[in-house]
């Protein structure tokens, strides 16, 4: 079955950008199904992000999308994240997720996350 | 931005008792809400999409109903292991997450 693996810094400096990347393995990351990254700051809710899906298509949370680009590497499978201009908010753990090819209204699959902290 | 809106903030009840979890959206979001159950250290699991669909493995004590703005998750006698965080999801206009709602053991 899809599994899904992030990898990345767990620390980045404030301005700097944070860049992590989704390893899909068990399935293509070309199938039917749009890409997602969602974060969830400490003992917080969680938050979308911004999706992708393999042609390259792509949309952003409104409230994050001027620092926000995410692609797609079909000849790795895998996609990627970078938010740009992080500060101490943009501390959370970070997941990727895939949505569910039936309605495309949810995630049925997630990664396990990865923790990023913002700090000097 | 489509606001959702959980209720109650924490649900205190005992192993075998009937839970109902509220999610009210600020607009229509049609039928295009989901249900999340989170536990401590781990990732969210898909429990019901589209409303009233429960995902793959997910038990039967599980059920999602409404439509438009008003929302409700009920899982009909709770097991020790249904003790989280519910979280639920609308994709009608981008994607925003309600604030959760935390089932405790009383």
């Known amino acids: 079955q899809v599994q899904l693996q992030e990898s990345g810094p767990g620390l980045v400096k404030p301005s700097g950008t944070l860049s992590l990347t989704c390893a899909v393995s068990g399935g293509s990351i070309s199938s039917s199904n749009w890409w997602s990254w969602v974060r969830q700051p400490p003992g917080k809710g969680l938050e979308w992000i911004g999706e992708?899906?393999?042609?390259?298509?792509?949309n952003y949370n409104p409230s994050l999308k001027s620092r926000v680009t995410i692609s797609v590497d079909k000849s790795k499978n895998q996609f990627s994240l970078k938010l740009s201009s992080v500060t101490a908010a943009d501390t959370a753990l970070y997941y990727c997720?895939?949505?569910?090819?039936?309605?495309?209204?949810?995630?049925?699959?997630w990664g396990q996350g990865t923790m990023v902290t913002v700090s000097s | 931005e489509i606001v959702l809106t959980q209720s109650p903030a924490t649900l205190s009840l005992s192993p075998g008792e009937r839970a109902t979890l509220s999610c009210r959206a600020s607009?229509?979001?049609?039928?295009?809400l989901a249900w999340y159950q989170q536990k401590p250290g781990q990732a969210p699991r898909l429990l019901i999409y589209h409303a009233s669909n429960r995902a793959t493995g997910i038990p039967a004590r599980f059920s999602g109903s409404g439509s438009g703005t008003d929302f409700t998750l009920t899982i009909s006698s709770l097991e020790p292991e249904d003790f989280a965080v519910y979280y639920c999801?609308?994709?009608?206009?981008?994607?925003?997450f309600g604030g959760g709602t935390k089932v405790e053991i009383k």
């Open positions: 992708i899906y393999h042609s390259g298509s792509a």
């Open positions: 607009q229509s979001v049609s039928s295009f």
């Open positions: 997720a895939r949505d569910i090819a039936d309605y495309h209204d949810a995630f049925d699959i």
């Open positions: 999801q609308q994709r009608s206009y981008w994607l925003t």
